[in-house]
């Protein structure tokens, strides 16, 4: 069990990114309430392991409830950087806070690919020296009602997640679904250790060591995106959206930034010469009206007006 002690403190932060500043105070309540609700449950799993560990003299779970602990701060991390991320934005950050999000997640995948080495580390130990794992009827209980709690988390968030309309929600849902699977590797591995084969304990931690590491690399993936301005939409697409509009002969220089909900646009877009001021300014209006509407994550359109010259 020590090999796969880091396991469940990493797969929290998955999605964090995927949530917006400006969500709905009210829902975000909300959200904020199921999302304290798997805390206590974390902790309460937590506390049952340190328990059993320190009263058995059981190492490997003493250390794995701390770990769990540490599963439950990451939760507690999580509250705090959404609340930052939906504050509104100020006079030092016009375009809002969003992306301090985006910074924890960089965070959370330095400590991801911490504890993947950690745990190749106690692979290799395993596979090299006598490894002694110490399994009893408890620790199976342990185990199951963990595995219970992952289920009934998973079935709560995606019920609420559908609910609130949350994406963040329903993807920590799938994440959580992720730790079932997990719990039932363990499961199993317990299983193989009580029947003589401790050596699985070994291999299975090497298997979700490299699970980890994919997992830490497609986080930073997703938080460079981000923080490098990276396209978010297809430009050939809101080119066909714009042209839409009677009066706008052309479109170009059409940019896209931000997180994959909360998107900013700016483009140029040609009207006849002898437009005037005031139905340019309508024409801008109904440019940023069009691309909201076939495009709900877009949340800013900056329309910068030209004349339209033809090439006769």
């Given amino acids: 069990m020590k090999t796969i002690g880091f396991l469940q403190k990493i797969f929290y932060f998955k999605e964090l990114s995927n949530f917006v500043y400006n969500y709905p105070m009210q829902r975000l309540k909300k959200v904020r309430r199921v999302l304290t609700y798997t805390l206590v449950l974390n902790l309460a799993v937590a506390v049952a392991k340190i328990i059993y560990g320190y009263l058995t003299n059981s190492i490997s779970m003493f250390s794995d409830g701390f770990h769990s602990f540490f599963d439950g701060t990451s939760n507690v991390i999580g509250l705090a950087s959404i609340w930052l991320a939906s504050q509104p934005p100020d006079k030092n950050h016009p375009y809002g806070h969003k992306k301090y999000e985006t910074l924890s997640t960089i965070a959370i995948a330095v400590l991801i690919f911490i504890a993947g080495i950690e745990i190749l580390k ?4 395993g596979f090299t020296e006598v490894h002694i794992v110490e399994v009893t009827s408890l620790s199976f209980i342990i185990m199951a009602v963990t595995l219970l709690i992952n289920m009934w988390v998973m079935t ?15 993807a920590d849902a799938l994440h959580t679904k992720t730790d079932i699977f997990v719990s039932l590797s363990v499961i199993i591995s317990l299983i193989a250790v009580k029947t003589g084969y401790p050596v699985i304990d070994s291999i299975a931690a090497v298997v979700i060591a490299v699970f980890i ?78 691309i909201k509407k076939n495009f709900p994550s877009v949340v800013d359109v900056i329309v910068h007006i030209e004349p339209y010259e033809s090439e006769t």
């Fill in 156 to 170: 709560y968030e995606k019920k609420k997640g559908l609910e609130l309309k949350s994406d963040f929600l329903l």
């Fill in 213 to 290: 590491g994919r997992m830490g690399f497609e986080i930073l993936k997703s938080a460079a995106e981000v923080l490098t301005d990276a396209a978010r939409l297809d430009s050939l697409e809101i080119n066909n959206v714009v042209l839409q509009i009677q009066g706008i002969r052309e479109c170009h220089e059409i940019r896209t930034r931000g997180k994959e909900d909360s998107i900013h646009i700016d483009l140029h877009v040609l009207v006849d010469p002898e437009v005037q001021i005031q139905k340019a300014h309508e024409l801008s209006h109904s440019v940023e009206e069009i």
């Fill in 122 to 125: 106690k692979a290799y130990h």
